[in-house]
């Protein structure tokens, strides 16, 4: 299993997004995908379940995600706050999924929601360290099997 990016959303915006195998062929808005991916999310939960969606599946990829609630500078109340990861689809995965991404996941939230609690967070250049973080949290999970094998030898 390979995760292809993983990052955090908040209010529809990407905050923080690390890529580490390509997805598509063309370039995508990064914005435009979060501010989809977020309304999806929404939508899914009120429609289906009260649960968080763990994931969506596609042809050849799938969205898991985890959420937790953040406060802002700007705002009194808690707001949502997503992390995401992006996979190769593959037969089995909803174990590693539990097992592995969502804890992973939970993570990056943790350890974001330490550094950025009571922040400004509309201001998206200054979590661009944050990508650091979110690769020493993913480890050797973003890497394909030609990337491991290289590494050992």
Same mark, same amino acid.
């Given at each position: ?12 915006? /990407?905050?923080?997004? $690390?890529? %580490? ?16 991916? /977020? ?7 009120? !429609? =289906? ?5 763990? %994931?969506?599946?596609? $042809?050849? =990829?799938?969205? !898991?995600? !985890? &959420?937790?609630?953040? /406060? ?6 808690? &707001? ?10 593959? $037969? ?6 539990? #097992? ?18 009571? #922040? ?15 690769? !020493? ?17």
């Amino acid at each position: 299993m390979v995760v292809r990016e993983a990052g955090v959303l908040f209010r529809g915006f /990407t905050l923080v997004k $690390k890529s %580490y195998h390509k997805t598509s062929l063309g370039k995508i808005d990064t914005d435009l995908r979060s501010g989809l991916l /977020t309304a999806f999310l929404n939508f899914a939960q009120s !429609t =289906f379940s009260e649960d968080i969606i763990e %994931y969506f599946e596609g $042809k050849k =990829f799938l969205i !898991t995600f !985890t &959420e937790d609630k953040i /406060t802002s500078e700007d705002s009194i109340e808690p &707001e949502l706050l997503i992390s995401y990861a992006i996979l190769d689809k593959e $037969k089995k995965i909803e174990r590693y999924i539990h #097992k592995v991404i969502q804890p992973l996941l939970k993570q990056v939230l943790k350890e974001f929601k330490s550094l950025n609690t009571g #922040k400004n967070l509309s201001e998206v250049s200054q979590f661009k360290d944050f990508k650091q973080s979110i690769d !020493t949290i993913f480890g050797t999970d973003t890497q394909t099997i030609d990337q491991k094998l290289r590494g050992i030898l």
